[in-house]
């Protein structure tokens, strides 16, 4: 039995959908363990994309178990909708190979438009930048010990007092705080019970699930959304999402022992994005900052929302190792670098009178850091058709090197196209026990 848990070492967008899609096939368990329909993972398989923000990226595998922890928080419909674009793709998904936590907390009508009212409530300098998809109000209300779980769906009776108890406070802010017109019970319980159904062969207690596939020496992956800088503890806070993305939630927001955990591989995109407000150290608002973003499709998965472009940023990436401990680096979008003359690796901040190694705690210091940075030669070859690591222009392989150097974790595996074809993978984590 060998685990491995798969994050984003950055603002998220790194690239982890294909990760984990090219290690599921080692296999057998495939984990989504925090996050929300907030986040979006994009596969291409045989020239045919898919996105995802709910099911793990693992369900194009048919002979696979995927699962969504209690850490997640569900929109109904959404997850609906992803189940049904797989059936009329040819791949219906059964009960036995999509499991929901019994424990994982859902969105509501009431959550969206909270989380609306809310942004829009917000200065301009103050804006967060959410998708307006309900996370932030529905982690709150699991917080709050006010929140509606996937197994509260199965209890019509219990479902109607959670509504209704949280509809009072809800609708006092929207009717006296934003100044909206109240939601009626309706509204949030009957589009519920519609989908109590669709739902109901899916939901277990995922971690008991887990445990079992454990002892039966099964191979688990988890896999993580966003990115560790988008951390609600260690990200650029306010500037983040509502979970902790980093490696140690695998294990909160799956129900899964901590011991049991093998690897954990820090996907990392070849230079640096980030989607929506908040500091971007390494930011190009020139015209390489255009070129990566032109070539590299820095579009979000979620919202279509331009991502932000800056080099690839070393205090970022050693943070992300620390704090999830990982063992191993996936590089992606290698090839998005090809044609530039020099690229450029951020290796520290200078912060006002002081020299940082370490991504500062305050936005105000954040937005003050200036980046230091080591210069190493470009490449002018075109990437994307090479297959091994050693048939890689020399420029490309020792900005591989200096990666490693700074963070000081091998390059496991290397990306340098969107298909799954296009992958070296050096060391397979499922391999190693």
């Not at 936590?101 to 909270?114: G, Q």
Request: with cysteine.
């Amino acid at each position: 039995m060998t685990t491995a848990v798969i994050v984003g070492t950055q603002w998220g967008d790194e690239g982890k959908g294909k990760i984990v899609d090219l290690l599921t096939r080692d296999a057998d368990f495939i984990v989504r363990f925090q996050g929300g329909n907030n986040a979006g993972h994009t596969l291409v398989v045989d020239g045919r994309k898919y996105i995802f923000h709910l099911i793990p990226s693992g369900i194009l595998y048919e002979d696979k178990v995927c699962a969504i922890g209690n850490g997640v928080i569900i929109d109904p419909a959404v997850l609906l909708e992803e189940i049904d674009r797989l059936r009329e793709m040819g791949r219906p998904v059964s009960g036995d190979q999509l499991l929901i936590s019994e424990h994982a907390h859902l969105i509501t009508a009431y959550h969206k438009v909270l989380d609306q009212a809310q942004e829009d409530g917000r200065s301009p300098k103050d804006k967060i930048g959410t998708t307006g998809r309900g996370i932030g109000p529905c982690y709150v209300d699991k917080v709050g010990r006010q929140g509606i779980r996937m197994g509260d769906i199965l209890d019509e009776g219990l479902l109607r007092d959670k509504i209704a108890a949280n509809l009072e406070e809800k609708n006092f802010l929207f009717t006296k705080k934003f100044g909206l017109s109240p939601l009626s019970f309706d509204e949030v319980f009957a589009p519920l019970m519609d989908q109590v159904e669709q739902l109901a062969p899916h939901i277990v207690n995922v971690s008991v699930v887990l445990d079992d596939a454990r002892k039966q020496g099964r191979n688990i992956l988890f896999e993580g959304a966003q990115g560790a800088q988008l951390d609600i503890d260690h990200g650029t806070y306010p500037y983040v999402t509502s979970s902790n993305t980093v490696a140690g939630n695998a294990c909160t927001g799956s129900g899964f022992g901590p011991a049991h955990i093998d690897s954990v591989i820090g996907v990392i995109k070849a230079y640096t994005t980030r989607v929506g407000a908040g500091p971007l150290p390494t930011e190009l608002t020139d015209e390489v900052g255009d070129q990566l973003q032109e070539k590299g499709g820095e579009f979000g998965a979620t919202t279509g929302r331009r991502r932000r472009c800056g080099w690839l940023d070393g205090v970022v990436a050693r943070d992300a190792v620390r704090i999830n401990g990982i063992t191993g680096l996936a590089l992606t979008k290698l090839d998005v670098l090809s044609g530039q003359k020099t690229v450029r690796i951020a290796t520290r901040y200078k912060c006002r009178d002081a020299v940082v190694t370490s991504m500062p705690a305050r936005v105000s210091e954040i937005e003050a850091a200036q980046p230091e940075y080591i210069d190493v030669p470009g490449w002018s070859e075109d990437i994307s058709g090479v297959r091994a690591f050693a048939d890689l222009p020399r420029a490309a392989r020792e900005y591989v090197r200096r990666i490693e150097e700074i963070t000081g974790v091998e390059v496991t595996l290397v990306s340098v196209g969107p298909d799954r074809a296009q992958t070296m993978l050096l060391k397979n984590p499922f391999d190693e026990k």
